[in-house]
T-cell receptor, first 112, second 117 residues
Framework: DQQVKQNSPSLSVQEGRISILNCDYT??????FLWYKKYPAEGPTFLIS?????DKNEDGRFTVFLNKSAKHLSLHIVPSQPGDSAVYFC???????????FGAGTRLFVKA | EAGVAQSPRYKIIEKRQSVAFWCNPI?????LYWYQQILGQGPKLLIQ????????DSQLPKDRFSAERLKGVDSTLKIQPAKLEDSAVYLC???????????????FGNGTRLTVT
């Protein structure tokens, strides 16, 4: 049962352009969402999060948008840099359940 | 601050053998997690500890997997006997409190890559 879905396995973007990574979820009880970034041979690292009471959160070049009615969130990276090349995981939490559920990840390639 | 430490980094065993992984979380982090990440998939929670008590082990294959957290600090995850489908990266994570949200995201170690032949 995939409660968090990242339907694009990979994405390729030119340096300086915008990267948009998408995530859909099925459980309406999720109330907190996060993005993690993972480089090869390393563990995932926290990038940015958003509470379900908000529709946007921004941190430097990274912005997360949440559309609760569509059960959809997206991560925007502007401008994209080669160092952003990594796997990005979308994650969701039902704080009542105390469990973080991860999507399958999207591999981002930023070409110089 | 020192990050989450895991060992070993790599392990190759034959099926039906046993294996153990070790994790030392960030100092002061009450919650510790073991995740299994199979190639091409996202991390899947195996077990979650709050201090030295188990909060969630609903997806831990208890007939072959076991985990403990001694004195609410270090943790070990054991597989006995291993199967081919256990080949994965085993990630340990810790957080200050709770589920990993609400200003307390997960901090992951670099994982142990297990290959079962």
């Amino acid at each position: 049962d995939q409660q968090v879905k990242q339907n694009s396995p990979s994405l390729s973007v030119q340096e300086g352009r915008i990267s948009i990574l998408n995530c859909d979820y099925t459980n309406s009880m999720f109330d907190y969402f996060l993005w993690y970034k993972k480089y090869p041979a390393e563990g995932p690292t926290f990038l940015i999060s958003i509470s379900s009471i908000k529709d946007k959160n921004e941190d430097g070049r990274f912005t997360v948008f949440l559309n609760k009615s569509a059960k959809h969130l997206s991560l925007h990276i502007v401008p994209s840099q080669p160092g952003d090349s990594a796997v990005y995981f979308c994650a969701a939490i039902n704080t009542g359940g105390f469990k973080t559920i991860f999507g399958a990840g999207t591999r981002l390639f930023v070409k110089a | 601050e020192a990050g989450v430490a895991q060992s070993p980094r790599y392990k190759i065993i034959e099926k039906r053998q046993s294996v153990a992984f070790w994790c030392n979380p960030i100092s002061g982090h009450a919650t510790l997690y073991w995740y299994q990440q199979i190639l091409g998939q996202g991390p899947k929670l195996l077990i979650q500890f709050q201090n030295n008590g188990v909060v969630d082990d609903s997806q831990l294959p208890k007939d072959r997997f076991s985990a403990e957290r001694l004195k609410g600090v270090d943790s070990t995850l054991k597989i006995q006997p291993a199967k081919l489908e256990d080949s994965a990266v085993y990630l340990c994570a810790s957080s200050l409190v709770g589920a990993g949200g609400l200003n307390s995201p997960l901090h992951f170690g670099n994982g142990t890559r297990l290959t079962v032949t």
